[in-house]
């Protein structure tokens, strides 16, 4: 019988990683923990109450917001704001960035980025849905954040995570020293270690791509689905596609069974379609620190300029191997055998 570690302990047992950490971080995450079991337990009974469905209003992105998105948004904010270790939230669902000017938290060292409920659409036919977090150091020493605080490269962040609330409702973060997975256990409420020291397998037979977006794809794209989809015994095992139409839902599975998940530009969407700051930057970091990697087809994705919020990016992200390739066809530069 192993040992249970609860998401806690295991904070506090690492918090050795950090010398000269006075324990704000390890609160945060505690915080962020908090508030995932509480939207975990609406995500779970969405069906059972008048949560589902759309919410009248919309997201900054002008998408109808499920009222599952609003909860889940008004929950973290509630958590990081009584928790007082972090002095602003940039969240997907609010066009501005939300700065906790309490006592406790105007001067906190922290800000997160946060998209609180990703893939929400898929609530109401109840697919894997997701949070995906962000936490970086503020940028100045004291005084009123400003969005300067946050427009921050991925490189800097200090650690990210999501939550993927499916068949078992699952927190996966990193703060620089690898990629560990916790899964809820509902007979006591805790988050325990179930996944330690994660690594993505250095390559896989899973590519995960709107197909439905084909005829608006780069032609570097096109390239690769074929390359993907060619039988070829004798170099390789034939590729299956996988695609969720849930971010985090698809990238878990990827870190998992290994594979390569792309949301390339497309015609109608010339930056792409996923968010920089709360979607691609946390979730490179952790694929990275699992022995991955994420670009946008030809750069890191860590190391792209952040100059606005909701600023989207292409991402190519999952198994070393796979995401290497997929640029040679991005960059014509594959060597046809
Ligand atoms: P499409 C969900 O709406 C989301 O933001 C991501 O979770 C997901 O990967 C992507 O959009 C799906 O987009 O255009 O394929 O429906």
Redesign the pocket.
């Known amino acids: 019988m192993t040992k249970t570690i609860t998401l806690g302990q295991f904070i506090i047992e690492r918090q050795a990683d950090f010398p000269y950490a006075k324990g704000e971080l390890s609160r945060l995450l505690r915080d962020i923990g908090i508030a995932a079991k509480i939207v975990n337990r609406e995500v779970n009974k969405a069906g059972l109450m008048d949560i589902l469905g759309q919410a009248g209003s919309t997201n900054i992105q002008g998408?109808s917001q499920q009222k599952l998105d609003v909860y889940a948004d008004q929950q973290f904010i509630a958590a990081l704001k009584s928790g007082g270790e972090c002095c602003i939230v940039a969240s997907e669902e609010n066009e501005e960035i939300i700065r906790l000017d309490s006592d406790i938290s105007k001067n906190a060292k922290y800000i997160v980025a946060i998209?609180p409920l990703?893939?929400?659409?898929?609530i109401d036919v109840n697919v894997p849905?997701?949070t995906i977090f962000s936490i970086y150091r503020r940028r100045t020493a004291s005084g009123p954040a400003t969005l300067h605080d946050v427009l921050q490269k991925g490189t800097e962040q200090v650690a990210a995570g999501y939550i993927i609330y499916g068949s078992s409702t699952m927190l996966v973060y990193t703060t620089g020293k690898g990629v560990n997975g916790f899964t809820l256990d509902p007979s006591i409420g805790e988050f325990c270690l179930s996944h330690p020291n994660l690594k993505i397998p250095e390559t896989g037979t899973l590519y995960s791509?709107?197909e439905?977006?084909y005829v608006h794809f780069p032609q570097g794209v096109k390239d690769y689905i074929k390359y993907c989809q060619v039988e070829d015994a004798a170099t390789r095992r034939p590729y299956a596609s996988r695609?969720?139409?849930?971010?985090?839902?698809?990238?878990h599975r990827n870190l998992i069974k290994g594979g390569i998940?792309i949301?390339p530009v497309t015609s109608s969407?010339p930056n792409g379609?996923?968010?920089l700051v709360y979607?691609c930057n946390p979730m490179a970091f952790i694929i990275e620190q699992a022995g991955g990697k994420a670009t946008n087809g030809s750069s890191r994705i860590l190391d792209l300029d952040v100059y606005e919020l909701h600023q989207r990016a292409p991402i190519f992200i999952g198994s070393k191997a796979m995401v290497s390739v997929a640029e040679q066809f991005m960059q014509n530069t594959y060597e046809r055998i």
């Open positions: 998408e998209d990703d893939g929400s659409s898929n849905v997701g791509i709107n439905g977006n695609y969720i139409g849930s971010m985090v839902a698809d990238i998940f949301y969407a379609k996923l968010r979607e």
